[in-house]
């Protein structure tokens, strides 16, 4: 190493911790540069982890174990958009869904042991121990969380963590691909699961732990809290960037499935493009994931109401208008939506009968089909 590698950059120390001599908050070098926190200040990364100190001991109690995944997931995805690596975005998603496996599991722990087994009433303290234990799903330790621990977690937080936790499952078992393997909308996806989990880990689980255990989650919580700053300042930044091309596209512009930015744009070369992370789909195949990640349809099967995630549009002929959707000039206002036309078709209806939409007329309340046939029966 050169004698120019050991200098320090030169920064402001007295800010970071006046009790704290140069010795003792040496910074930690990595490939690429100074890691830092708190990069406004021109604050050096706090070194006092000392699980990244050489020789220490291979000790990761639940809650650091899962802090540790979450500072992991903040340096690999701080260097932004244009230096994200594939291996960047691999292990960003697998130390997201592990971090908050662990931290959710840490919450469901502390209200009983047992509540993180698949089957509570089957639970031994030994396998739980040893780590042999058949634990709870993820869709499990959520509804567990809130309906016997009284944890607030909303259904926009809840689809988020889930989402998570398949992309998770998809990479270990078949790698990071298509739309997934996307720079922006996996930082965008992170900066959402982070953002909950550090308000799940301030109200719900860093409250509940003893005082001691809580004051040693202070330094990993600065770094998670400075780096999702930067990632959604990143986030924020970019949506400003195309603010202006998305502006006369607001009435047909929905919320992309992948990185869930109000970006999603239908257009009229039989494509979907979001304009935030760059995922471009046939209007069909939009169409169909926006209907099923972000409205929560079943690709295969009719809802209550009979409705199926996508319909075909009376209009076009594609089997890509969805019912229920709704855009970015009125998000509180569920539209017929046509991923083919590339706007919302007014003047329909569900026809009570088949379910089928259908240009209703004169308050006509089923299809002509239905009528025809009704009146052949009669």
């Given at each position: 190493m050169s004698a120019a590698d050991d200098e320090l950059p030169d920064l402001d120390w007295e800010p970071f911790d006046q009790a704290r001599t140069h010795e003792e908050a040496a910074p930690v070098r990595q490939p690429g540069g100074w890691r830092r926190t708190n990069i406004a200040d021109g604050e050096l990364y706090d070194p006092r982890r000392e699980v990244e100190h050489p020789g220490s001991e291979v000790f990761f109690p639940p809650v650091p174990n899962g802090l540790d995944y979450l500072v992991s997931v903040v340096e690999h995805l701080e260097s932004g958009d244009d230096r994200a690596s594939a291996r960047d975005l691999k292990y960003a998603v697998l130390h997201l869904?592990?971090?908050?496996?662990?931290?959710?599991?840490?919450?469901?722990?502390?209200?009983?042991?047992?509540?993180?087994?698949?089957?509570?009433?089957?639970?031994?303290?030994?396998?739980l121990e040893d780590g042999t234990l058949k634990s709870c799903s993820p869709e499990e330790t959520v509804q567990r969380l809130k309906d016997?621990?009284?944890?607030?977690?909303?259904d926009k937080e809840t689809s988020a963590v889930?989402?998570?936790?398949?992309?998770?499952n998809a990479l270990q078992h078949y790698g990071l691909i298509g739309p997934a393997a996307n720079a922006r909308a996996v930082e965008s996806q992170a900066a959402e699961v982070l953002d909950f989990l550090i308000r799940f880990l301030d109200e719900e689980l860093l409250p509940a732990l003893p005082w001691p255990e809580m004051k040693s989650t202070e330094t990993d919580m600065e770094h998670i809290r400075g780096g999702l700053s930067r990632i959604q300042g990143f986030v924020k930044k970019r949506m400003q960037r195309i603010r202006a091309d998305l502006e006369p596209l607001r009435d047909r512009t929905v919320q992309c499935p992948d990185c869930d930015q109000w970006a999603l744009v239908p257009e009229l070369d039989h494509r979907v493009i979001?304009?935030?992370?760059?995922?471009?789909?046939p209007t069909h195949d939009g169409a169909t994931m926006y209907a099923v990640f972000v409205l929560g349809r079943d690709p295969t099967s009719p809802d209550l109401f009979g409705i199926m995630a996508v319909e075909e549009c009376p209009d076009c002929g594609d089997e890509s208008l969805v019912v229920g959707a709704r855009t970015a000039a009125a998000p509180d206002e569920p539209v017929f939506f046509c991923f083919g036309c590339a706007q919302v078709v007014p003047g329909l209806a569900h026809c009570n009968r088949c379910y089928v939409p259908f240009r209703s007329q004169a308050g006509k309340t089923a299809c002509s089909d239905c009528l025809r046939n009704a009146a052949v029966s009669d």
């Amino acid at each position: 190493m050169s004698a120019a590698d050991d200098e320090l950059p030169d920064l402001d120390w007295e800010p970071f911790d006046q009790a704290r001599t140069h010795e003792e908050a040496a910074p930690v070098r990595q490939p690429g540069g100074w890691r830092r926190t708190n990069i406004a200040d021109g604050e050096l990364y706090d070194p006092r982890r000392e699980v990244e100190h050489p020789g220490s001991e291979v000790f990761f109690p639940p809650v650091p174990n899962g802090l540790d995944y979450l500072v992991s997931v903040v340096e690999h995805l701080e260097s932004g958009d244009d230096r994200a690596s594939a291996r960047d975005l691999k292990y960003a998603v697998l130390h997201l869904a592990a971090g908050a496996e662990v931290l959710l599991k840490a919450r469901l722990q502390l209200e009983h042991w047992t509540l993180v087994f698949k089957d509570p009433g089957q639970a031994k303290r030994s396998e739980l121990e040893d780590g042999t234990l058949k634990s709870c799903s993820p869709e499990e330790t959520v509804q567990r969380l809130k309906d016997i621990a009284g944890a607030a977690i909303g259904d926009k937080e809840t689809s988020a963590v889930l989402k998570l936790a398949k992309h998770r499952n998809a990479l270990q078992h078949y790698g990071l691909i298509g739309p997934a393997a996307n720079a922006r909308a996996v930082e965008s996806q992170a900066a959402e699961v982070l953002d909950f989990l550090i308000r799940f880990l301030d109200e719900e689980l860093l409250p509940a732990l003893p005082w001691p255990e809580m004051k040693s989650t202070e330094t990993d919580m600065e770094h998670i809290r400075g780096g999702l700053s930067r990632i959604q300042g990143f986030v924020k930044k970019r949506m400003q960037r195309i603010r202006a091309d998305l502006e006369p596209l607001r009435d047909r512009t929905v919320q992309c499935p992948d990185c869930d930015q109000w970006a999603l744009v239908p257009e009229l070369d039989h494509r979907v493009i979001c304009r935030f992370c760059g995922t471009s789909q046939p209007t069909h195949d939009g169409a169909t994931m926006y209907a099923v990640f972000v409205l929560g349809r079943d690709p295969t099967s009719p809802d209550l109401f009979g409705i199926m995630a996508v319909e075909e549009c009376p209009d076009c002929g594609d089997e890509s208008l969805v019912v229920g959707a709704r855009t970015a000039a009125a998000p509180d206002e569920p539209v017929f939506f046509c991923f083919g036309c590339a706007q919302v078709v007014p003047g329909l209806a569900h026809c009570n009968r088949c379910y089928v939409p259908f240009r209703s007329q004169a308050g006509k309340t089923a299809c002509s089909d239905c009528l025809r046939n009704a009146a052949v029966s009669d």
